[in-house]
């Protein structure tokens, strides 16, 4: 019996980041706790591309995964519910945008994407250290990566 198990170990690999600008003052710290985790990782080589909302993430992803250049691509955004439907139409897009990527491409990406009811709840997940949801995507891509990387092997 074979057993394929994640790791965290990553050096030489390259991995997008794709940032919504869109709540920048949750996406930066998102963006932080990510770039960190790739660097414990031993991920030197990243590219963070900018993106103006959570809607256009999930183009520039697989646009990026497209390339075959990067091992992973992490995605980063902050939706916060509003008096309206716009939220869940944006949620439901972002997140099969994504799903639809990582399957069209077979590049794992990562959903770091908070769908928060508010503020409060938004800044609590883009807190300092591994609690950080931009910290746990980068996390999660990097095990992914590893997993792709034994079936292909």
């Not at 949801?133 to 095990?143: L, P």
Request: charged residues 15%.
């Amino acid at each position: 019996m074979r057993t394929i198990e994640a790791t965290q170990a990553a050096a030489g690999w390259r991995v997008a980041v794709v940032v919504s600008k869109y709540n920048d003052f949750v996406t930066d710290r998102l963006q932080t706790g990510a770039l960190a985790a790739l660097a414990k990782a031993g991920v030197t080589d990243i590219t963070v591309i900018k993106v103006p909302g959570a809607f256009e993430i999930s183009l520039a992803a697989h646009q990026a995964a497209a390339t075959r250049t990067f091992q992973a691509v992490v995605c980063l955004g902050c939706l916060i519910r509003g008096a309206t439907a716009h939220f869940e139409y944006i949620a439901s897009a972002v997140s099969h945008g994504i799903t639809a990527a990582a399957s069209a491409t077979g590049v794992p990406i990562t959903f770091g994407v908070l769908t928060t009811n508010s503020v409060e709840e938004a800044i609590e997940r883009a807190g300092e250290g591994p609690s950080n949801k931009g910290w746990e995507a980068a996390v999660a891509a990097i095990e992914m990566a590893s997993v792709i990387a034994q079936l292909k092997s």
